[in-house]
T-cell receptor, first 114, second 112 residues
Framework: DVKVTQSSRYLVKRTGEKVFLECVQD?????MFWYRQDPGLGLRLIYF???????EKGDIPEGYSVSREKKERFSLILESASTNQTSMYLC?????????????FGAGSRLTVL | SQQGEEDPQALSIQEGENATMNCSYKTSINNLQWYRQNSGRGLVHLIL?????REKHSGRLRVTLDTSKKSSSLLITASRAADTASYFC????????????FGKGTKLTVNP
């Protein structure tokens, strides 16, 4: 079974803190994605990566950055957390050269920014 | 950018009944996928239907796709309390970046 592991299920941070959300997949998938999920807004794509050291902006990249130094690991960084970044963050991965393939999701990281 | 729109937003049924959820989308697609999410957890892929397919089955799930109407439906037959979850459709638009675009989901409650 493909496994996508997100390092923290629940985090509580203060406004202005730097936050790292880590995601690791164990099936050699080329593509990795970060989404955020908010009530009434569904899933929105923040960033994605098709290969090591490559990244592309999704629909809502403002306030976020990402890092992919190794194929299996994709990190989401909030440089200076704000209360409007309180959300559920979902990491996903998929194989292949297109982003249209089946996604395997992690369990999610619920971030609260106070 | 939201492409898929699920309907209804919420659905409550009794165990043993069938549940039907619909998804409409706006642009031409390569494929359409359905995912399930249990409360507070990640999404799990259920089924993928390609643009040249009209119907697909997987266990108690039946998915239809009507590309002329730009719509899909997910039918869960003989529902169980364990089917209680949110269900999302995701479309892979043709051309462009081909990234999946998710709808806002249908929250299904199956009462024992």
């Amino acid at each position: 079974d493909v496994k996508v592991t997100q390092s923290s299920r629940y985090l509580v941070k203060r406004t202005g803190e730097k936050v790292f959300l880590e995601c690791v997949q164990d099936m050699d998938h080329e593509n990795m994605f970060w989404y955020r999920q908010d009530p009434g807004l569904g899933l929105r794509l923040i960033y994605f990566s098709y290969d090591v050291k490559m990244k592309e902006k999704g629909d809502i990249p403002e306030g976020y950055s990402v890092s992919r130094e190794k194929k299996e690991r994709f990190s989401l960084i909030l440089e200076s957390a704000s209360t409007n970044q309180t959300s559920m963050y979902l990491c996903a991965s998929s194989w292949g050269i297109t982003g249209a393939n089946v996604l395997t999701f992690g369990a999610g990281s619920r971030l609260t920014v106070l | 950018s939201q492409q898929g729109e699920e309907d209804p937003q919420a659905l409550s049924i009794q165990e043993g009944e069938n549940a039907t959820m619909n998804c409409s989308y706006k642009t031409s697609i390569n494929n359409l996928q359905w995912y399930r999410q249990n409360s507070g957890r990640g999404l799990v892929h259920l089924i993928l239907i390609r643009s040249n397919e009209r119907e697909k089955h997987s266990g108690r799930l039946r998915v239809t796709l009507d590309t002329s109407k730009k719509s899909s439906s997910l039918l869960i037959t003989a529902s169980r309390a364990a089917d209680t979850a949110s269900y999302f459709c995701a479309t892979a638009p043709q051309g462009g970046s081909e990234k999946l675009v998710f709808g806002k989901g249908t929250k299904l409650t199956v009462n024992p």
